[in-house]
Nanobody, 121 residues
Framework: QVQLVESGGGLVQPGGSLRLSCTAS????????MCWYRQAPGKQRELVAS???????NYPDSMSGRFTISRDNAKNTVYLQMNSLKPEDTAVYYC???????????????WGQGTQVTVSS
């Protein structure tokens, strides 16, 4: 199981940008499909973006195209570039490594501790 640590959150003005990073420990990062989720106060956690181990990306319809997920397997890191931020993007953003079976072995899911993003003037 990988251990995940997010960074890059903070306070940003509406219309601004942030890039979140999630760095994984261990040597198995490259096989994991990775996701970013977010959870705003009083709301359910929602999927923001996902990327497969072959770097195919997917975004829920509710995400307007302002976010871009990417990964650098050499650095064991997945990124979330967020542009044109709005106050409603305020949330704790979590990195997730999805569970999978790979070459006969089970790799359990893992979550980071979250990083706070606040969009406010």
């Amino acid at each position: 199981q990988v251990q995940l640590v997010e960074s890059g959150g903070g306070l940003v003005q509406p219309g601004g940008s942030l890039r979140l990073s999630c760095t994984a420990s261990g040597s198995s990062f490259s096989i994991y499909p990775m996701c970013w989720y977010r959870q705003a106060p009083g709301k359910q956690r929602e999927l923001v973006a996902s990327i497969t181990n072959s770097a195919s990306t997917n975004y829920p319809d509710s995400m307007s195209g302002r976010f871009t997920i990417s990964r650098d397997n050499a650095k064991n890191t997945v990124y979330l570039q967020m542009n044109s931020l709005k106050p409603e993007d305020t949330a704790v953003y979590y990195c997730n490594a999805e569970a999978l079976w790979y070459r006969g072995y089970y790799y359990p899911a893992s979550w980071g501790q979250g990083t706070q993003v606040t969009v406010s003037s």
